[in-house]
C-alpha cells in the first residue's frame, strides 16, 4: 500500500510540476508574441530645446515584414492645457532623432519622415491653439493644380517614391520629391522640387512653384 501511494503521490506531483510548466511556457510564449509584435504603449517627453518639450504617445505594432510605431505628439497650449498637435509612423526604434523643429513666420514647424520614406511637417499657429499636417505624397502630385499646370507626366503606381524636406526659410518651405515615370519601357526615376508657402491666417499651405524635374 506505501509503495501504491507513493506512486500515486510522485504522478500527482509530476503532473502538477508538468501542469505549471505547460502554464508558463503558454505565459511565455504570449508575453514574448507581445513584445515581438505589440501593440504596446508608452509614453515620454522629448526636449526639443530649453524651452519647448513635445509630449508623445507611442504605439507600437509589427508584422514579419516591419516594425511600427504609431506617435500621437502633444503640446501645452497658452493655458498650459496639452492639445494634440499631429501623428506620424516611424519604423525606426530610435524615431526621437528623425523628429526636427524650426521657428517660421512665428509657427513651430515640426518635419518628420512619415512611413519612413514621406516627409511630413506640423504646423502649430502663432497661438499655439491650432495644427495642420502635411504629408509631401509624390502620388498626390496629380492633384495639385501648381504641378498639372506644368504637363509633368504622373508618377506610376507601382513605385511609391518619396519626398524630403530641404529648406524652411520665412514663409517658404523647399520639398525635393522622387518618382518614377513609365509602365512599361522606357522607365525614368526623376527628382523634381517643389516650393510652398505658408500662410498663417488662415493656417495652410500653398504651392506656389514646381521646377522642371530632372532624371536621376
Sequence with gaps: MT??????????????????TLVLLVIGFF???????????RSG??????ELTLQYQE?????????????????PNSKGELFEI?????NNENWESEVQFV???????????????????????PERTF???????????????????????NPVHLYYGSSSVTSVSNDSIQVDFEYR????????????????RLETAPLRILTTKAYQPTEK
Design 181 to 196: 515615370t513609365g509602365y512599361n519601357e522606357p522607365i525614368i526615376f526623376w527628382n523634381q522640387k517643389l516650393n510652398y
Design 3 to 20: 509503495k501504491k501511494k507513493n506512486w500515486k503521490s510522485g504522478c500527482l506531483k509530476a503532473l502538477g510540476i508538468g501542469a505549471i
Design 59 to 75: 504605439m507600437y505594432n509589427a508584422d514579419f515584414a516591419d516594425v511600427f510605431y504609431d506617435v500621437t505628439f502633444e503640446l
Design 103 to 125: 521657428e517660421s513666420n512665428n509657427c513651430l514647424i515640426f518635419i518628420v519622415q512619415d512611413i519612413g520614406s514621406l516627409a511630413k511637417v506640423i504646423v502649430v499657429n
Design 131 to 153: 495644427s495642420i499636417e502635411r504629408t509631401f505624397d509624390p502620388q498626390k502630385l496629380r492633384d495639385d493644380p501648381i504641378w498639372q499646370a506644368g504637363n509633368f507626366e
Design 86 to 90: 499631429g501623428r506620424a509612423t516611424f
Design 45 to 50: 517627453e522629448l526636449e526639443l530645446s530649453d
Design 31 to 41: 508575453w514574448m508574441l507581445r513584445q515581438a509584435f505589440g501593440p504596446i504603449e
